[in-house]
């Protein structure tokens, strides 16, 4: 089979599906070599493949689901799942465990700058608590690291975040987390990504792919937290292996790392649905012509 080349979006904990898959060696017992393109700039992933400098990349559906509205002819699709859980969490500087997402109404919110997912999603929970979300007091420009700094100083009552932001904050006694993204159910977070054309091009090679996929899905879900960090440490030189199995183990029972690479229509549909409220996208190009699961099996 021919090489592939797979383009990373960015360095995230939650990935850990990806990374593990390439560091136990899944798709090249399946016989094709794939070699991952570091990432950078999110928003670039799915022009690395459109431009021909990778076959497929990883990245959140949303990019395609932007893509699709603005040209319906747009050849990229989706396939081969790995995240179907919300990774962010809302952490305040106390814990408060009758938290309701309405009660965002009365604080000083600190939402996600770096990517745009987390708060589309989010906003159409807050809708449906009974708030309408442009409503809220809202700190748009922070990155996490700035946030996790004014949690702490008392500026911002509570943050959106992801980890390891999450449990530094805990281990560090100044934050707590009052909300889990993922309670609201599958939510399209993380697959491949890759253009029509492609699919059929490169049939053999991405069937192999989802071969290795899957089996690293059923080891993720069997193994102990310890080796799963052991695994992946290796990708995130510096990461406090103590630091990163807190991350696995948050994580793992919120059912974020999806069990097959099969892309079904209900976290599509749910993403869907939040980035049309938020007005992001003007339609909902749909499912059936975003998702290709017929490489699978």
């Not at 989706?78 to 995240?83: I, L, M, S």
């Given at each position: 089979m021919r090489?592939i080349?797979?383009?990373e979006t960015?360095?995230?904990?939650?990935?850990?599906p990806f990374?593990a898959?390439l560091?136990?060696g899944?798709?090249a017992?399946?016989?094709?070599?794939?070699?991952?393109?570091?990432?950078?700039?999110p928003a670039?992933?799915?022009?690395a493949?459109l431009?021909?400098r990778?076959?497929?990349a990883?990245?959140?559906?949303?990019?395609l689901?932007?893509?699709?509205d603005a040209?319906?002819?747009?050849p990229?699709?989706?396939?081969?799942?790995?995240?179907?859980g919300?990774?962010?969490?809302l952490?305040?500087a106390?814990?408060?465990p009758?938290?309701?997402?309405r009660?965002?109404a009365?604080?000083?919110v600190?939402s996600?700058?770096?990517?745009?997912?987390?708060w589309w999603?989010?906003?159409?929970d807050?809708?449906?608590?009974?708030?309408?979300?442009?409503?809220?007091?809202?700190v748009t420009?922070?990155?996490m690291?700035?946030n996790c700094?004014?949690?702490?100083?008392g500026?911002?009552?509570?943050?959106q975040?992801?980890e390891p932001?999450v449990s530094?904050m805990?281990?560090?006694?100044?934050?707590?987390?009052w909300?889990a993204a993922?309670?609201?159910?599958?939510?399209?977070?993380t697959?491949?990504?890759?253009?029509?054309?492609n699919?059929?091009e490169?049939?053999?090679e991405f069937?192999a792919m989802?071969?290795?996929?899957?089996?690293t899905q059923?080891w993720?879900?069997?193994?102990?937290?310890?080796?799963?960090?052991?695994t992946?440490?290796?990708?995130?030189?510096?990461?406090?292996?103590v630091?990163f199995?807190r991350?696995v183990?948050?994580?793992?029972?919120l059912?974020?790392w999806?069990?097959?690479p099969?892309?079904?229509a209900?976290?599509?549909?749910?993403?869907?649905h939040?980035?049309?409220?938020?007005g992001v996208i003007k339609?909902?190009p749909?499912?059936?012509?975003?998702v290709?699961?017929?490489l699978?099996g």
């Open positions: 090489p080349r797979l383009q960015f360095r995230a904990a939650f990935y850990v990374y898959a560091a136990r899944a798709y017992a399946e016989g094709v070599e794939v070699t991952l393109l570091d990432g950078g700039e670039r992933a799915k022009d493949v431009e021909g990778a076959e497929v990883w990245g959140g559906p949303m990019r689901m932007l893509a699709h040209d319906p002819a747009c990229l699709r989706d396939f081969g799942a790995a995240v179907l919300d990774p962010f969490f952490v305040g106390k814990p408060n009758g938290f309701r997402l009660d965002l009365t604080m000083r600190g996600v700058s770096e990517v745009p997912t987390p999603a989010l906003q159409e807050i809708r449906q608590d009974g708030v309408d979300p442009d409503s809220l007091n809202r420009t922070n990155s690291a700035e700094a004014a949690l702490a100083a500026e911002i009552d509570v943050i975040i992801f932001y530094q805990e281990m560090a006694g100044t934050g707590h987390v909300h993922a309670s609201r159910g599958p939510t399209a977070y697959t491949f990504m890759t253009t029509a054309a699919m059929v490169y049939a053999p069937r989802l071969r290795g996929l899957q089996k059923d993720l879900h069997a193994a102990p937290d310890a080796e799963v960090v052991q992946v440490l290796p990708f995130f030189p510096g990461m406090d292996p630091l199995e991350c183990a948050r994580y793992r029972p059912n974020i999806a069990r097959s099969e892309f079904s209900e976290p599509w549909e749910r993403l869907e939040a980035m049309f409220t938020a339609r909902k749909g499912w059936a012509a975003g290709d699961n017929s699978l």
